[in-house]
């Protein structure tokens, strides 16, 4: 079935350092994908979205790059701050209708001071 | 205005209460739709109304009664709910089809006791 998934349940890294965070998705036919950001007591953020029809886009210290043939998602952060401490969900649009947004199962990310 | 506001923040009920939460969002999306969120978990998609009709009910007991006024409301009617129901309750809007992406509320924090 349909299923959007992370590799790494956990990530933890210096401040500074860049981060990359990764999805595998399952349905091939999905075209459009959303990163949230989401802190503690709060509701999911937009960070960046990218459609099917590109492979990178670019944000204010943000990437997300698409792999259509492996099927992959990936956010790139540079200079991890302190900030960025949260839990991350990819997220796509379920072809079957396109106002349902499947979830990943969610990364947290922790910065190192 | 670029938010989606849910009220209340927090909610304590008893199992035979009545309750309702609140969404409301001026941005001119026709397409609102309410979330469940258990701890550590991704949110799931309960219900979506498109042009204030149903849409989409994702198989959601009866004790969960959505309704949506008009184009920036949207309610979650309450009633004999479970302790298993406690969660976060995270309402959300977007244009038809998420063209331009879903923002998010911050959600009402659900104990049912």
């Known amino acids: 079935g349909e299923s959007v998934g992370l590799h790494l349940p956990t990530l933890s890294v210096q401040e500074g350092d860049n981060s990359i965070i990764n999805c595998a998705y399952s349905?091939?036919?999905?075209?459009?994908f959303i990163w949230y950001k989401q802190e503690s007591g709060k509701g999911p953020q937009f960070i960046i979205d990218?459609?099917?029809?590109?492979d990178k886009r670019q944000g204010q210290r943000v990437t997300v790059l698409l792999n259509k043939t492996v099927k992959h998602l990936s956010l790139q952060i540079a200079a991890t701050q302190p900030g960025d401490s949260a839990v991350y969900f990819c997220?796509?649009?379920?072809?079957?209708?396109?106002?349902?947004?499947?979830f990943g199962s969610g990364t947290r990310l922790l910065v190192r001071p | 205005d670029t938010e989606v506001t849910q009220t209340p923040k927090h909610l304590v009920m008893g199992m035979t209460n009545k309750k309702s939460l609140k969404c409301e969002q001026h941005m001119g999306h026709r397409a609102m739709y309410w979330y469940k969120q258990k701890a550590k978990k991704p949110p799931e998609l309960m219900f979506v109304?498109?042009?204030?009709?149903?849409?989409i009910n994702e198989s959601v007991p009866s004790r969960f009664s959505p309704e949506c006024p008009n184009s920036s409301l949207l309610n979650l009617h309450l009633h004999a709910l479970q302790p298993e129901d406690s969660a976060l309750y995270l309402c959300?809007?977007?244009?038809?089809?998420?063209?331009?992406?879903?923002?998010f509320g911050s959600g009402t924090r659900l104990t049912v006791v």
């Open positions: 990218i459609r099917s029809n590109m």
């Open positions: 109304y498109s042009y204030e009709k149903l849409s």
């Open positions: 349905n091939s036919a999905s075209d459009y």
């Open positions: 959300a809007s977007s244009h038809p089809q998420g063209q331009g992406g879903y923002t």
């Open positions: 997220a796509e649009n379920a072809p079957d209708s396109s106002y349902k947004l499947i």
